[in-house]
């Protein structure tokens, strides 16, 4: 079983609706929970990232962690059809000033018009 | 302000050559790392660099190796090529700590044959 796991999909959802995107983890030791966003043929982008639980709002996104359930979601509201792409959770334990991310595998998000 | 720039951004190689890879991080940057970007396995962590010297190191074999200059340029050497080296190769660079995130670049996709 991998550290973190992640549904590869593809999720493919109708311009506007909310997308739901979740992760589920096995490493008590992960503090720090990130989202990227991968467009095709780029480099993963840093979306957002949430220390220990709670949630956390920037835009249409929100970021929601659960550690009690090792399980994290990143929500879109309004989805549009620029938001299709791969969406990665990564997370790392808090060590000092050097960290290593662990990432899911990405699950791949459709937005048609 | 310039990204991280990989070169070259495509290559393909024959098995048990040996390949090196290129990364220039932002400037100011001193925290250089790499990833294997793969369908099945995702993004697995290969190295970190920082101030020139290897602050961390994934779970690959010794045929993957890198170096950071004074720069903090880096490249990335892999040597006696096997099929499943065919990948995407990407690297992130950063200040050193989580608070600021990782920038990536757009990886240079590997081929052999």
């Known amino acids: 079983q991998k550290e973190v796991e992640q549904d590869p999909g593809p999720l493919s959802v109708p311009e506007g609706a909310i997308v739901s995107l979740n992760c589920t983890y096995s490493?008590?030791?992960?503090?720090?929970f990130m989202w990227y966003r991968q467009y095709s043929r780029k480099g993963p982008e840093l979306l957002m990232y949430?220390?220990?639980?709670g949630n956390k709002e920037d835009g249409r996104f929100t970021a929601q962690v659960d550690k009690s359930s090792k399980y994290i979601s990143l929500f879109i509201r309004d989805s549009q059809p620029s938001d299709s792409a791969t969406y990665l959770c990564?997370?790392?334990?808090?060590?000092?000033?050097?960290?290593?991310?662990?990432f899911g595998r990405g699950t791949s998000l459709i937005v048609h018009p | 302000k310039a990204g991280v720039t990989q070169t070259p951004r495509y290559l393909i190689k024959t098995r048990g050559q040996q390949v090196t890879l290129s990364c220039s991080p932002i400037s100011g940057h001193r925290s250089v790392s790499w990833y294997q970007q793969t369908p099945g396995q995702g993004l697995q962590f290969l190295f970190e660099?920082?101030?020139?010297?290897?602050?961390n190191k994934g779970n690959f074999p010794g045929r993957f190796s890198g170096r950071q200059f004074s720069n903090s340029r880096s490249e990335m050497n892999v040597s006696t090529l096997e099929l499943g080296d065919s990948a995407l190769y990407l690297c992130a660079s950063g200040q050193g700590a989580i608070d600021y995130g990782y920038t990536f670049g757009s990886g240079t996709r590997l081929t052999v044959v």
């Open positions: 490493n008590s030791a992960f503090q720090y």
């Open positions: 660099y920082f101030s020139e010297t290897q602050r």
């Open positions: 990564a997370m790392s334990p808090a060590s000092g000033g050097s960290y290593i991310p662990t």
């Open positions: 949430t220390y220990s639980s």
